[in-house]
């Protein structure tokens, strides 16, 4: 069926095939038609322009006077499958105690891991819907989904198996990412190569062999995995066909971003602690920085340095980190708030960051991140809003008014 959308105050980020990313100073730059008219065929965008020239032959048109179309969000970094919030934590953080020192004490994700072991592959599946539907709903129109609270053979694969579930009943890009790496389980304290050993001898193999994960990731952090036991999972995720991307450098600097770097990864993520060293790696490589800056946020830990970042000719990405430890939310637009607020990108290098960038991050570049024809017909219509900046300006606003995908 060919649907026709009408009066659109700008149609945004709309680009010519073949570009899969964009960086430095480009990411300054978000190309638009005004007063445009979209042709949809099918789920594809099979063309576009500005009003004067625009098809009389389609009967379905849709009119979106006063309103924007830009791409859907593609969020590459997400934890949404999980057993239970964690308010408790936050009150704990209230009065005082940082994110390292509930971790140490058995709380953070070993927390989530011992709610995880207890909750049925329904339950699980049921309330992760429930949170896509909510992410959906904000404007994201393609996600990754980490596994990382089972942290046991079985647990691993019954997240991976909800994150294949979410796959077959709902009609956007997912991207699952093995994350058995994410902390050492209390059972493995005094044997952490036991643990490391099972992640690479048992759970990528049946993880890779099941069809159930298109990624593999560790947390490389102090406390959680080292730069060496990164290195070696992320080797045998690769002998298995998984591509990695990494949690790095969130707490301290860690060496995550080079042996990331070095392991070819997609994305390595959090960056709030990086210095030129991680930046020189990043240059000359393929690895799309990406910044997740609800994290720091919640957790009140530094930005990602996104001016030294985008200034070195590096592309950045922006995603939400969705998880009940140090993100509790998966809402995009507050994303580009924080981004523009927080870490003085404008808001085209922001949209840039959470489409088509994230697009690159995930994986879905080539049909994602941009109104660019023959790609999918993924795109988010606003409300009647006066311009694009107005999206992270009214932090908190819900600035969605309909999500095509
Ligand atoms: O990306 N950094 C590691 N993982 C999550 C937090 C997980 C948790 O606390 O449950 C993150 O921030
Ligand atoms: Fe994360």
């Known amino acids: 069926m060919k649907t026709l959308y009408i009066n659109i105050k700008q149609l945004l980020q709309v680009r010519p095939e073949g570009i899969l990313k964009v960086r430095g100073a480009d990411m300054a730059n978000l190309p638009l038609i005004e007063n445009a008219w979209l042709l949809t065929e099918d789920k594809i965008i099979k063309d576009f322009g500005a009003m004067d020239n625009c098809p009389h032959d389609i009967e379905n048109k849709l009119d979106c006077s006063g309103k924007m179309i830009l791409p859907t969000f593609c969020d590459s970094h997400t934890h949404i499958v999980f057993a239970a919030s964690r308010e408790e934590e936050f ?18 994700i070993l927390n989530s891991a011992r709610k995880l072991a207890d909750t049925s592959e329904d339950d699980l599946y049921k309330s992760a819907a429930k ?3 909510e992410v959906i709903s904000y404007g994201t129109g393609a996600i990754e989904i980490k596994s990382g609270y089972g942290l046991s053979l079985d647990a691993e694969i019954k997240m991976l198996k909800v994150i294949r579930r979410l796959k077959k009943n709902y009609n956007i890009p997912i991207k699952a990412n093995l994350l058995a790496a994410h902390a050492i389980p209390l059972e493995y304290k005094n044997n952490r190569e036991a643990y490391i050993k099972l992640i690479i001898e048992e759970i990528i193999p049946l993880a890779a ?15 959680f995995f080292t730069v060496e036991e990164t290195d070696s999972i992320l080797k045998a995720g690769k002998a298995h066909g998984l591509v990695p991307k990494i949690h790095a450098n969130q707490l301290a600097v860690s060496g995550g971003v080079q042996v990331g770097v070095e392991n070819n990864a997609l994305s390595v993520d959090h960056l709030e602690e990086i210095t030129e060293n991680e930046i020189e790696a990043l240059q000359n490589s393929n690895t799309m920085p990406t910044a997740l800056p609800s994290c720091s946020f919640f957790l009140g830990i530094p930005f990602a340095p996104a001016r030294d970042i985008i200034s070195a000719n590096l592309a950045l990405c922006l995603a939400t980190d969705y998880n009940p430890g140090s993100t509790p ?13 927080k870490m003085k990108m404008l808001p085209e290098e922001a ?11 995930m ?12 790609k999918a017909a993924s795109f988010i219509i606003t409300k009647q809003i006066p311009s694009y900046a107005y999206i992270a300006y009214s ?11």
Not at 91 to 108: C, H, L, N, P, R
Not at 329 to 341: K, T, W
Not at 351 to 361: D, E, L
């Open 209 to 223: 062999k099941e069809n159930l994960a298109e990624y593999v990731d560790v947390f490389c952090e102090k406390g």
């Open 329 to 341: 939310s998966g809402n995009m637009q507050f994303v580009l708030s924080l981004a523009c607020i």
């Open 395 to 405: 932090f908190g606003e819900n600035c969605v008014d309909q999500v095509i995908f």
């Open 91 to 108: 009150v704990m953080k209230i009065k005082g105690q940082s994110y390292e020192e509930i971790a140490a004490a058995g709380g953070g």
């Open 351 to 361: 949209i840039n960051a959470v489409t088509i960038n994230g697009a690159y991050a």
């Open 131 to 133: 949170r896509l539907e």
């Open 363 to 374: 994986g879905v570049s080539e049909t994602h991140g941009s109104i660019t024809k023959g």
